[in-house]
């Protein structure tokens, strides 16, 4: 084909359109005041590096999570950001060939250590996904399949199915098609639904891969509000590529980027820069983080 | 403007100019014939042969030839009672067998083995070359098998080892792409949330691949019913006078009994032999049509 029309427009680096400064600006609602490290970590992560086979994927990742804190991922494709999210309920153990190193704390509780079980770990550390991924089962049947599998002890379902509806600010809009089909519902709601079924099994921690990434900006921004209201509960770790989110919603963001290999070329990811999302919006510590913040790359 | 738009516009000029699409030209009209032939052949084929089997065989669809047993001395009353209780009871006792231990392997194979490991490869390869492997090469098996065991020929049980490892493979095969095709992310979305590998394979993949697996095991089954090679081979009998009651009776089957009245010259034997064509017809397409309803009864979309 001849010449396709540049549709995409580069920005320039810098800030002569605001644009940093807009970004400072959207995370005045989520502001709150919050020491420079998180003074009780629920988890840490401590020189954490990932491989899948040779291929180095994540390296030496040293993050501290704080309680009912946001804590933002963010960072180019391919430098390890779900990498790291993943390794943090070991769903990574899904991934053939996938080794870690270092440790992973929760409560001080090394998850890789020997004699862990993975299940526990991940009914105290849920996880929602990029895509909404409800079961082929009925509103209802979604809610409880959590607390069914988990043998948790439940007075009566009901009442679970209820409260994590309501958790995720869902209920109004289902409870009376309780039991119908899943799919029935539009992506946000789907999504809405995979974060009540997170926490109908009462966990501590959600994590969340780009959660808001297959939903339109209307639906966006319900997850986000809820976010913010889950935010009291719960510790939420996200994973966005989307910076307006990250500085909307989070009180603390890692930055992450990819180093390619002097030999190999391949990626690995590191991270780069950690701190309260105020200062590493408005006031950032390394080179990369500005050029990244600013669009002068990624 | 751009060269997308440029074109298009020039398209859409020219279609309202000449009142032709560019899809109507000579080129895309033969292509589009040879698809057309392509498909009558096929048709055609089938629908002959349906016509000339119904043809010489509907004169004789009569109560006689589901009640009757075979008969050498009154064509008109030959029966194929035997032949069609005998091959209810192979199909039935295929799929006791094959469908547990089909989708039971293909679950393993699917959801818990490591594919990886050198071993669970052969067993993969062996699968996708047992199903296509020739059907009478079962029934030597199958014979085999039963020698060993020293059981005699033509019993209800060698029909149905023969039946059952010719079906296995394509159970299994049918099975581990219906598993497959229910999407990864709904597993995950199960682990995630503390359920157990077990706990997601039985509530979650499973269930959503029931059609895939209805289907597939089905087609199966009437694949097996229409077979006379790996039969012929245990030795399961043209003529049997009585009703086979247990696994270890001699038994008939209806594409068997079609097999040996082919070679009869007479009229009358030709006419029934059509009319057991056409039961056994209605059997396969009675299949067809339970598996289809099935597919789309339960079918859903992610």
Redesign the interface.
């Known amino acids: 084909?001849?010449?396709?029309?540049a549709t995409v427009t580069i920005r320039k680096g810098g800030d002569d359109d605001g644009h940093v400064g807009s970004l400072a600006q959207v995370h005045q609602e989520a502001e709150r005041e919050l020491p420079d490290l998180p003074p009780n970590p629920v988890m840490e992560a401590i020189d954490l590096n990932v491989f899948y086979g040779d291929f180095h994927a994540v390296h030496d990742v040293k993050l501290s999570f704080g309680k009912n804190e946001i804590t933002a991922l963010i960072g180019p494709s391919g430098c390890g950001k779900s990498t790291v999210l993943r390794c943090l309920?070991r769903?990574n153990d899904?991934v053939?060939g996938a080794r870690v190193e270092g440790q992973v704390t929760y409560h001080g509780q090394d998850i890789y250590a020997r004699g862990v079980d993975p299940?526990?770990v991940?009914?105290h550390i849920?996880?929602v996904?990029q895509?909404p991924?409800?079961?082929?089962k009925s509103i209802y049947d979604n809610i409880a399949?959590?607390p069914r599998?988990?043998g948790m002890k439940v007075d009566k379902m009901d009442d679970v199915v209820e409260e994590a509806l309501r958790g995720a600010a869902l209920w109004d809009e289902v409870k009376d098609k309780l039991k119908q089909s899943a799919?029935g519902l539009s992506g946000g709601q789907q999504q809405r639904l995979?974060i009540a079924?997170?926490i109908a099994?009462k966990p501590d921690v959600i994590l969340m891969d780009e959660p808001c990434s297959a939903l339109d900006p209307i639906a966006t921004s319900r997850i986000e509000d809820l976010m913010l209201e889950l935010r009291e509960q719960y510790t939420i770790i996200i994973v966005t590529h989307n910076m307006q989110q990250a500085a909307r919603v989070s009180d603390r963001t890692a930055f992450f980027t990819a180093k390619p290999d002097e030999t190999t070329g391949n990626r690995t990811g590191l991270l780069v820069e950690y701190n309260l999302t105020n200062k590493l919006f408005s006031n950032p510590n390394d080179k990369r983080t500005e050029d990244y913040i600013s669009g002068r790359f990624g | 403007m751009s060269a997308a738009t440029v074109a298009a516009r020039e398209t859409t000029a020219h279609t309202i100019a000449t009142g032709k699409s560019r899809d109507r030209t000579p080129g895309s009209l033969i292509f589009l014939i040879a698809l057309w032939l392509s498909l009558f052949f096929g048709i055609a084929v089938l629908t002959v042969l349906l016509v000339d089997t119904a043809i010489k065989g509907l004169p004789r669809m009569d109560g006689n030839l589901l009640t009757e047993y075979d008969s050498t001395l009154f064509p008109e009353k030959h029966g194929f009672r035997a032949g069609i209780l005998g091959s209810i009871w192979l199909m039935l006792g295929t799929a006791l067998f094959t469908v547990p231990l089909g989708i039971a392997a293909a679950t393993y194979l699917e959801e818990f083995a490591d594919n990886k490991k050198w071993y669970n490869r052969i067993i993969e390869i062996n699968i996708q070359n047992l199903a296509a492997v020739p059907a009478i090469v079962y029934g030597i098996l199958a014979l085999g098998v039963m020698g060993l065991f020293g059981l005699a020929d033509g019993l209800v049980i060698g029909g149905i080892l023969a039946l059952s490892l010719l079906t296995l493979p394509i159970i299994i095969i049918t099975t581990r792409e219906a598993l497959r095709a229910v999407p990864s992310e709904i597993r995950q979305g199960s682990l995630a949330l503390g359920a157990t590998v077990w706990q997601t394979t039985w509530r979650n993949s499973l269930p959503s691949a029931v059609p895939g697996i209805a289907t597939g095991t089905i087609l199966g089954l009437s694949r097996a019913i229409g077979e006379a090679a790996p039969l012929v081979m245990v030795g399961i009998f043209v003529s049997v006078r009585f009703d086979p009651a247990s696994l270890t009776d001699m038994a008939s089957a209806l594409p068997i009994q079609i097999y040996g009245l082919a070679s009869n010259s007479q009229e009358a034997y030709q006419q029934a032999a059509n009319a057991a064509i056409i039961v056994l017809l209605l059997m396969v397409l009675g299949l067809n049509a339970l598996a289809i309803f099935i597919r789309n009864k339960f079918q859903r979309s992610w």
Do not use: S
């Open positions: 084909m001849p010449n396709p029309p309920n769903m899904l053939a299940i526990m991940r009914t849920g996880m996904f895509k991924n409800p079961f082929p399949y959590g599998v988990t799919y995979c079924r997170t099994t």
